[in-house]
């Protein structure tokens, strides 16, 4: 099969498509014939040497993929082969040809493409782990994204308007903002010559939010925490503003706030196939009816993916950028 194979670690160039050996499914998993897969940021942060796979992933980005199941191994129940899938990866979605663990499938959905729904498992199973199982979302709170034309923010407006939640977003142009208001936010905030914390509170009567989804990290810490309510949950998924920061733990006790900071793709197995689990059954159903859909800003074709992580990293792009096959 051919992937898209990392040189060495640097810049998009580095980014090859190169004829390489077959994966073969093990015990538990199927083997996909890939038609799609989605672009992470955490690709770009692998491809630069800072995000190993890991141990026993495949050497090749690719968080999430969609395609058909070519192949099924002992100890699989529920699939078989034809099988139209999407699925949660901890690598090798820049691929021909990928092994999934079984429980880290996802029914492609009626609803959309079968190219687009590459763009589903990460974004949806890392919003749905972090704000609703972690940081306990409930209708009728607000909910500040980070971010908020991205993948993630995509995703996290539809699920949070969809459950009834306040929607608040933070991007960094009017066409940005102006997609968000679209897709359901209610309260969108320039980043750049804006401060989201006095925003927040202004649009809350002085409360706050009761859940904050970021991907910035470090360079927001201590204004994330200004702008929570009394009670309120940080969800970090992402440091684009850094790693290391002060923080004042006083600040955080006397709002009884929570601060929680996860990734999903060093997840144990099982844990993976539990979040799955759960989106199939809450999530999903959304999805197929096309109340969730994956906003998607472009296609190339595997070859092209260092022009895909060009466009990333220039973090003007709105929605998923998708990967398929020619």
């Not at 999407?86 to 190219?115: D, F, I, M, W």
């Not at 689990?277 to 906003?295: F, K, N, Q, T, Y």
Request: glycine residues 12%; negative net charge; contains cysteine.
């Amino acid at each position: 099969m051919h992937a898209v194979v990392i040189t060495k670690p640097g810049g998009p160039e580095v980014l090859q498509w190169t004829e390489v050996d077959d994966p073969v499914p093990g015990q538990g998993e199927v083997l996909v014939d890939v038609v799609a897969g989605g672009v992470n940021r955490a690709d770009l942060m692998q491809r630069q040497g800072f995000y190993p796979p890991p141990p026993g992933a495949p050497p090749y980005p690719g968080l999430e993929c969609s395609g058909t199941i070519s192949a099924v191994a002992p100890g699989v129940t529920g699939w078989q082969v034809g099988d139209a899938v999407c699925a949660l990866l901890a690598g090798g979605g820049y691929a021909e040809k990928v092994a999934v663990p079984a429980g880290q499938l996802l029914p492609a959905p009626a609803s959309t493409s079968l190219t687009h729904a590459a763009g589903l498992p990460e974004t949806v199973c890392t919003v749905y782990s972090n704000v609703f199982l972690g940081a306990r979302l409930r209708a009728g709170e607000t909910l500040l994204i980070h971010g908020g034309a991205s993948g993630i923010g995509t995703t996290a407006i539809q699920l949070a308007k969809d459950f009834g939640a306040t929607v608040a977003v933070t991007a960094g142009s009017e066409d940005r903002l102006k997609a968000c208001r679209e897709l359901g936010a209610d309260i969108a905030i320039n980043h750049r010559d804006e401060d989201f914390v006095q925003r927040v509170k202004d649009a809350t009567d002085g409360r706050g939010a009761d859940v904050i989804l970021d991907i910035i990290g470090a360079r927001y810490l201590d204004r994330n925490i200004d702008a929570l309510a009394a009670d309120g949950r940080i969800a970090c998924i992402g440091m684009q503003g850094g790693a290391r920061a002060e923080l004042d733990m006083s600040k955080l006790m006397v709002k009884r706030a929570t601060l929680s900071c996860t990734t999903l793709r060093a997840r144990p197995a099982e844990q993976k196939a539990a979040i799955v689990a759960a989106v199939r059954e809450d999530v999903w159903p959304l999805v197929e009816a096309g109340s969730i859909r994956p906003v998607v800003y472009r296609e190339l074709p595997f070859a092209d993916a260092a022009e895909a992580h060009r466009i990333m990293a220039e973090s003007t792009h709105i929605g998923k950028l998708i990967l398929r096959a020619e």
